[in-house]
């Protein structure tokens, strides 16, 4: 008999695992033993547990629960050792035996060093504005090494000692983004103790450091040329307005409602609404077709930068745009790329969930493929581990 797939209990134990450590940082910082650092609580200790090593070592993973099952068990064993007095011996006995019986994992394989952020996260939302300035930033101090497109390859790469690593892989997925932000800011250094990154903190504020971190993981996805997104992507925060109605955020607009965003430009035939999602238009300036037909999609991405940043997002030059769409589920992640003048499939999925993560699958032929596409995106919802966090 087949036991579950490790979905079934991995993800709950990353969840545990973190709010443990985050309820321990709390705790500590609660009690003043820790100070805050960038403006939010330090960690204190010099390691973590690995959770991005966990998420890939199922072996180490289960170690882990069984070793937390046993805690348990004695912690229950305790506290019913405390008031049955009687069965005190034989409790104790047996919260012994289940610690003693615990696989404990190894401290070097469970633990990995940490940074004063490793848990810290963006005070900004992830979101177009902030995405550009990322852009910005990125282009003065980073694609020197990194290169214009995040593969490593700027025109200084060669001359480093250790080459920039590629951002068009899971690399992102493998460090938390408050490591990241440590490492802008503090820089890096190899198992020499010699820098392979200089430190920006002197050049560099907290906002531009996070925000270079978001313009990053869209990089990371523009990049990509193999079908599948290393990364997943959320849907970035923009303006929004439908009609002579106020203009509002994208994430108050419908909440939990599909969306679809829709590049147009003078040329192009505005697409049909559809009450299966929210669709935005985005237009090169921002502003509203002139004239929107009955039946025809009314909702505009008023923020300036949506045009620039969704074509660094589907990997297009920002001329070549019109015409791309972009679904997003329910929850917020982006799912799909449409290409124009070519109907939806299997094929048109960037972020795939599951067991099937970076494999290609042949487009079902089904009649309407944009159902079949929406059914199987509610159906395979996005499990995002980063840097052994849950997103």
Not at 144 to 166: M, S
Not at 307 to 324: D, E, F, M, N, Y
Request: aromatic letters at 6%; a positive charge; charged letters at 15%.
């Amino acid at each position: 008999m087949n036991g579950p797939p490790p979905q079934a209990w991995l993800n709950a134990l990353l969840v545990l695992v973190e709010a443990l450590q985050r309820g321990l940082l709390s705790l500590w910082h609660g009690l003043g033993l820790s100070g805050d650092s960038h403006g939010q609580p330090a960690w204190p200790w010099a390691r973590r547990v690995a959770g991005e090593t966990l998420l890939i070592d199922l072996g180490l993973a289960r170690q882990v629960g069984l070793s937390l099952c046993a805690l348990a068990v004695a912690g229950l064993a305790v506290a019913l050792a405390l008031a049955w007095r009687r069965r005190r011996g034989a409790l104790l006995a047996a919260g012994a035996l289940a610690l003693v019986a615990a696989p404990w994992p190894g401290a070097s394989l469970l633990l990995v060093p940490a940074a004063p952020t490793s848990f810290h996260t963006s005070p900004a939302r992830f979101s177009v504005d902030t995405i550009a300035l990322g852009a910005r930033v990125y282009a003065q101090h980073c694609a020197a090494c990194h290169g214009t497109d995040g593969r490593g390859e700027g025109p200084l790469a060669a001359g480093l000692a250790v080459w920039p690593p590629t951002l068009a892989s899971p690399l992102l997925a493998r460090r938390a983004d408050g490591e990241l932000f440590w490492h802008v800011l503090a820089g890096m250094r190899d198992r020499l103790g010699q820098s392979s990154m200089p430190a920006f903190r002197d050049r560099l504020g907290d906002d531009e450091a996070w925000a270079v971190i978001d313009y990053m993981k869209v990089l990371s996805a523009g990049s990509d040329s193999a079908g599948n997104w290393p990364v997943p992507l959320p849907l970035p925060e923009m303006t929004v307005r439908c009609g002579d109605a106020a203009p509002v955020p994208l994430s108050a607009w419908r909440g939990g409602q599909r969306v679809r965003l829709v590049a147009v430009d003078s040329a192009s035939a505005l697409p049909l609404d559809d009450p299966r999602f929210l669709t935005v238009l985005l237009t090169p300036d921002g502003r509203p077709p002139a004239r929107v037909p009955r039946f025809r999609a009314g909702c505009t991405a008023a923020s300036a930068h949506a045009w620039q940043v969704l074509a660094t997002i589907s990997g297009q030059a920002p001329a070549r745009l019109a015409g791309t769409q972009l679904l997003a589920d329910r929850a917020g992640w982006l799912r799909a790329r449409g290409t124009p003048g070519r109907p939806w499939s299997d094929a048109d999925l960037v972020c795939v969930s599951g067991p099937e993560a970076g494999t290609q699958r042949t487009p079902a032929p089904v009649a309407d493929g944009l159902t079949a596409l929406l059914l199987r995106i509610d159906a395979e919802p996005v499990r995002f581990v980063k840097g052994g966090f849950i997103h």
